[in-house]
């Protein structure tokens, strides 16, 4: 009896609990049903997201439009500048975006950049390849618009806002300069095809050849960050490494694209010439003074695309295009590669003298005169200057490599590379030769550039001094030289009560 009372209350219970299941599992998938029926009403009810247009995108889409109808309209020219900067700012442009998927992953303003870095790559290309010299000039106006942009990237930052002001005022001043001498010298040859320009040089007025050249002259320093355009540049550290790659890759490089362009200009104003010419001595000197005294990576490298683009100007001036166009082109490659793994250069392993001894350096100097020397009567005689220069960065990069190598012989193949290197780029500049004519009269004659190596060898010996710490910089030429791109604002705030000898 007892046990039967108990079996029906089991099986009483078990029932309840059964059928309690069953309306709870009925309860929930009601609800569930519900839910996503409120879902799915509120999607459709809800509004589309607006499609949010930006100045980089009708910046963009504007670029491509000019660009495609200069193509459609024929106004095309293939010459050996242009493709060289063409192939260069595409090459750089290409790495660089990729490069950044990473490198600003994080970055909310990531899209805008991939913009910009389109329309400078576009930008680039309408002034490469335009055969109409307004167009060439609406191609530089444009890129100059987009490094701005670009500068500015982190705009929430004081140090990228001063930065890009001062980018704009230099900028400015390089688009006037320009837009003013494309204005001269196509009334005066009633034409704005560059070609035809270049055919009227030898009957135009010569004030209106200097005005133009000296106009050149000047839209080419401020674009290459030559003095007293150098701060721009210097200052523009705050950017991203993304954006100082193509800024010292590629965009820097347009100046010296200009000039080859409109060589026949400053070949006919030769006091255009040798403005020029002292422009790029400057610039490379107080570059690689800068380059010495600069601590940081980013800031050393930027004192050194100073001096390379002096060095760029004063070989131009020369009336070298061959050594410039390639020099404009390894300079571009090398730096793009330097500034992408300046990230890699962080270490705690001691910093190492930035010179050589007095004697490797006087040696290596000697040792380029006797070649450059005997190289006097060869066809190399027009780029004597420039190309001593670069024998001697050469040899002393060689001889560092070998002090710092080891016995093995993976470290013997490394200090191969140095002279494979030196023959390949012979070659390449020996077929760059055959393409790009070099001036007819080059603006100094072999024994001139002979004596300026000299002295430049000569202040070459004295900077490996300082930069192997055999000798030291007056402590106000070091305070003015680190103050290059700083703005005036900061150098007001910082305090001076303590900074006696």
Not at 410 to 433: D, Q, R, W
Request: charged share 10%; with cysteine; net charge positive.
């Amino acid at each position: 009896m007892c046990t039967s009372i108990i079996y029906k209350c089991n099986v009483q219970y078990f029932s309840y609990s059964f059928h309690k299941s069953l309306i709870m599992l009925h309860l929930l998938n009601r609800r569930k049903v519900e839910r996503m029926n409120e879902t799915t009403t509120s999607r459709k009810s809800a509004p589309k997201p607006k499609v949010r247009v930006t100045r980089a995108d009708v910046a963009l889409g504007a670029m491509a439009t000019l660009l495609f109808a200069t193509f459609i309209t024929g106004n095309v020219s293939l010459t050996t500048p242009g493709v060289a900067l063409a192939g260069l700012s595409l090459l750089v442009t290409l790495v660089v975006v990729v490069f950044a998927r990473r490198q600003l992953r994080a970055d909310p303003r990531r899209a805008a950049f991939n913009r910009l870095a389109a329309g400078l790559a576009l930008g680039t290309l309408l002034m490469a390849f335009a055969s109409d010299a307004l167009l060439l000039a609406a191609g530089w106006i444009v890129i100059g618009r987009m490094m701005v942009g670009l500068i500015g990237h982190v705009g929430d930052w004081n140090e990228a806002q001063d930065a890009a002001r001062r980018a704009t005022l230099a900028f400015t001043i390089s688009d006037l300069a320009l837009t003013c001498a494309v204005i001269a010298l196509a009334l005066t040859a009633r034409s704005t095809q560059i070609t035809t320009i270049v055919t009227m040089i030898p009957v135009m007025p010569f004030a209106t050849t200097l005005a133009a050249g000296l106009l050149l002259a000047a839209a080419a320093m401020a674009r290459c960050a030559a003095p007293p355009f150098s701060g721009w540049l210097v200052g523009s550290l705050a950017a991203p490494t993304p954006v100082s790659a193509l800024m010292h890759a590629g965009f820097v490089n347009a100046g010296g694209f200009l000039l080859v362009r409109f060589a026949p200009v400053l070949e006919a104003a030769p006091i255009a010439g040798y403005a020029l010419f002292a422009a790029g001595v400057v610039a490379a000197l107080i570059g690689s003074a800068i380059m010495i005294v600069r601590s940081d990576v980013k800031g050393a490298l930027a004192a050194s695309t100073v001096a390379q683009m002096g060095f760029m100007l004063l070989t131009i001036a020369l009336g070298a295009y061959a050594a410039a166009l390639w020099h404009m082109i390894a300079h571009g490659l090398f730096k793009a590669w330097l500034f992408l793994g300046s990230s890699g250069t962080v270490s705690t392993a001691p910093v190492c003298p930035k010179g050589l001894d007095r004697p490797i350096a006087a040696m290596i100097a000697l040792a380029v005169l006797i070649v450059m020397g005997l190289s006097m009567f060869t066809s190399f005689a027009p780029a004597l200057l420039p190309l001593g220069l670069a024998l001697a960065a050469v040899l002393g990069a060689l001889t560092v490599a070998a002090r710092r190598a080891g016995r093995n012989l993976h470290s013997v193949g490394l200090l191969a590379m140095p002279a494979l290197l030196i023959a390949l780029n012979a070659a390449i500049l020996a077929a760059f030769g055959k393409v790009q004519s070099d001036a007819a009269a080059p603006l100094l004659p072999p024994l001139a550039q002979f004596s300026l190596l000299s002295m430049f060898l000569g202040l070459w010996v004295a900077q490996q001094r300082i930069g192997s710490v055999e000798r030291t910089l007056h402590p106000a030429i070091v305070a003015r030289l680190l103050q290059v791109g700083t703005p005036a604002a900061a150098l007001t705030a910082v305090p001076t009560s303590g900074l006696k000898d």
